[in-house]
């Protein structure tokens, strides 16, 4: 097997990429009259070599997110992942839940009872409480996952009673459209986001909202997000395998 070299330009050309996300970031907090320390960035590695992702964790990024339970576990060891905190984004199937839980701090794709019922099993199982976003389909798009908004105060409700896990808010991905549209759906979203706060849940606690990705995390973070999902704009176009 031959050993893998990484492209030495596109190690600096991911670095200065992070840099200027980050700084977006920060000025689109500021615009929308927000502490740019309120808003998280995520580095989304999907398809992404650990040597790419490693320089951007050693200049100070503490969050990333995997779409795919067995590339995640197949690359951590390669990653240099102290003081870093790791999220599941990506659809979970409930039979993969075992070998997730304990492996990640959070899994935000959670958009059903069942996987919940899943992810609070392998928890006891494991001894250790899993923090989950419950996942929203804001746009009703049959090809996507999540729970349509009507039912998710129904969800919550019936996840609030499970056993090791705990529901730290909410994610959701809106359909392809113009950034005026986009962002209608994220203020359904922290509309939403905000009502379930008010109602004050046991066991729920409504401190993440995650939505915004590369092309439309400023519109996001105009209208309440604080967690971005960033893969593209940081480490370039996406490979698929």
């Known amino acids: ?12 050309q991911t670095i200065d990429n992070y840099r200027r996300v980050k700084n977006q970031v920060a000025e689109a907090a500021i615009k929308a009259n927000r502490n740019p320390d309120d808003v998280r960035l995520m580095c989304v590695t999907k398809t992404v070599e650990a040597e ?7 200049m100070g990024a503490d969050l990333i997110g995997e779409n795919r ?7 951590k ?20 839940a075992k070998q997730i839980v304990g492996e990640v701090d959070m899994i935000e794709s959670v958009d059903s009872i069942k996987l919940a019922k899943e992810i609070s099993r392998q928890s006891v199982i ?16 049959e090809s996507k996952s999540g729970i349509f908004i009507e039912g998710l105060e129904e969800l919550l409700y019936q996840i609030a009673e499970l056993p090791n896990i705990r529901v730290k808010g909410l994610m959701t991905i809106p359909p ?51 967690i971005v999902r960033v893969g593209s704009a940081i480490f370039g176009a996406r490979k698929y395998f």
């Open 1 to 12: 097997m031959e050993r893998f070299i990484p492209d030495e330009k596109r190690i600096e």
């Open 52 to 58: 790419y992702i490693n320089p951007v964790l050693d």
């Open 69 to 75: 339970v067995q590339e995640f576990l197949g690359k």
């Open 77 to 96: 060891d390669a990653l240099h992942l102290e003081r870093v905190e790791k999220h599941l984004i990506g659809h979970l199937q409930s039979n993969k």
């Open 126 to 141: 494991k001894e250790v409480n899993t923090n989950i976003l419950v996942e929203v389909n804001v746009g009703k798009e």
């Open 176 to 226: 392809i459209c113009d950034e005026n549209e986009a962002r209608r759906y994220f203020a359904s979203m922290f509309k939403s986001f905000v009502d379930i706060k008010d109602k004050r849940m046991d066991n729920i606690d409504m401190e993440i909202l995650s939505m915004g990705m590369s092309g439309d995390y400023e519109s996001a973070i105009a209208e309440g997000s604080n």
